[in-house]
């Protein structure tokens, strides 16, 4: 299968994301696939399977490696319209490390919240095994999540909220006495079909949902091949005929040579390589 060629990234929209940590690209997905991709996330969530469920006490549920879970997920993974960013901000030495689907109840009114309380705030950074092993300020910019929201956007729909230019700021960040976020704190102004990026050194946060309806979204996270995957592994995907060489290597394929044997560190990443020389021909870059 050749894969179609999309636009190279913006050069300006790299440089937004390098001082900014994050970045919203517009209509990343079509309005069919949202649709489609609601529809699995719901019929994912009515299920009593409990292989990568991802629940906790705040009544967050979901899942881990959804892509394994439902077919309606893989376009997501080498999502033209997201993937030539990805590739700019990091490398194309890429995998996919995580596919997840998180589905949080809208607070009632008066209802009593166990996160996003002044004792709780929940800004945080992504990676935190990182940070505790390199320290804060030696982290790197390793891995980048593209966050899709699959219900209504509305200001009180809890949006993942960003610190601006927080990633070149190793934190803690500060929030003021008595409230739940630091100053300057920003919901980023999403559009149904938008999909948001931003990396782990991005201090971020949930908003708060006191829609009335559950918030939705799917977010998929890159990050160097050398990074370990957060999902369970999937290697019966890697095998479809219907998947092409660049969403295998996204998909964790080896370095190995074709007939199964070890091959150069990094030539598993030859497919995502040959891909970004033909679709940019300037360097990627990371930070």
Same mark, same amino acid.
Not at 3 to 20: G, T
Not at 141 to 162: E, F, H, N, Q, W
Not at 272 to 287: C, F, K, L, P, Y
């Given at each position: 299968?050749?894969?179609?060629?999309? =636009?190279?990234?913006?050069?300006?929209?790299?440089?937004?994301?390098? /001082?900014?940590?994050?970045?919203?690209?517009?209509?990343?997905?079509?309005?069919?696939?949202?649709?489609?991709?609601? *529809?699995?996330?719901? /019929?994912?969530?009515?299920?009593?399977?409990?292989?990568?469920?991802?629940?906790?006490?705040?009544?967050?549920?979901?899942?881990?490696?959804?892509?394994a879970m439902d077919d309606a997920f893989l376009p997501l993974i080498a999502n033209p319209a997201v993937l030539p960013t990805i590739v700019g901000l990091?490398?194309?030495?890429?995998?996919?490390?995580?596919?997840?689907?998180?589905?949080?109840?809208?607070?009632?009114?008066?209802?009593?919240?166990?996160?996003?309380?002044? *004792?709780?705030?929940?800004?945080? /950074?992504?990676? =935190?095994?990182?940070?505790?092993?390199?320290?804060?300020?030696?982290?790197?910019?390793?891995?980048?999540?593209?966050?899709?929201?699959?219900?209504?956007?509305?200001?009180?729909?809890?949006?993942?909220?960003?610190?601006?230019?927080?990633?070149?700021?190793?934190?803690?960040?500060?929030?003021?006495?008595?409230?739940?976020?630091?100053? /300057? =704190?920003?919901?980023?102004?999403?559009?149904?079909?938008?999909?948001?990026?931003?990396?782990?050194?991005?201090?971020? =946060?949930?908003?708060?949902?006191?829609?009335?309806?559950?918030?939705?979204?799917?977010?998929?996270?890159?990050?160097?091949?050398?990074?370990?995957?957060?999902?369970?592994?999937?290697?019966?995907?890697? *095998?479809?005929?219907?998947?092409?060489?660049? *969403?295998?290597?996204l998909l964790g394929a080896p370095d190995r040579n074709e007939d199964g044997s070890v091959t150069h560190e990094g030539a598993g990443a030859w497919a995502?390589?040959?891909?970004?020389?033909?679709?940019?021909?300037?360097?990627?870059?990371?930070?």
């Open positions: 299968m050749t894969r179609p060629l999309p =636009a190279p990234p913006d050069p300006d929209q790299l440089a937004a994301f390098d /001082r900014d940590g994050y970045l919203v690209l517009r209509d990343a997905i079509s309005a069919d696939l949202r649709e489609r991709l609601a *529809e699995a996330s719901q /019929r994912l969530l009515a299920t009593d399977r409990t292989a990568g469920r991802d629940r906790s006490t705040d009544g967050k549920d979901g899942f881990r490696g959804v892509v990091l490398s194309p030495n890429l995998h996919l490390m995580s596919s997840n689907l998180i589905h949080m109840p809208s607070i009632p009114p008066g209802g009593k919240r166990t996160i996003r309380v002044p *004792e709780r705030h929940g800004w945080h /950074r992504d990676m =935190a095994a990182a940070t505790r092993d390199l320290g804060p300020a030696k982290v790197p910019r390793l891995a980048i999540k593209a966050a899709y929201y699959l219900s209504d956007i509305t200001p009180d729909a809890g949006l993942t909220m960003v610190l601006p230019g927080s990633s070149h700021d190793p934190g803690p960040v500060t929030v003021p006495k008595g409230a739940i976020d630091p100053p /300057r =704190a920003i919901t980023p102004d999403l559009g149904p079909c938008d999909v948001l990026l931003f990396e782990n050194r991005t201090w971020h =946060a949930g908003g708060l949902n006191t829609s009335g309806r559950p918030r939705l979204a799917v977010m998929m996270q890159y990050g160097y091949r050398w990074l370990a995957d957060l999902d369970d592994p999937a290697p019966h995907l890697r *095998e479809r005929t219907d998947l092409d060489d660049v *969403e295998r290597q995502v390589q040959q891909w970004w020389d033909r679709v940019n021909q300037t360097s990627a870059h990371s930070s």
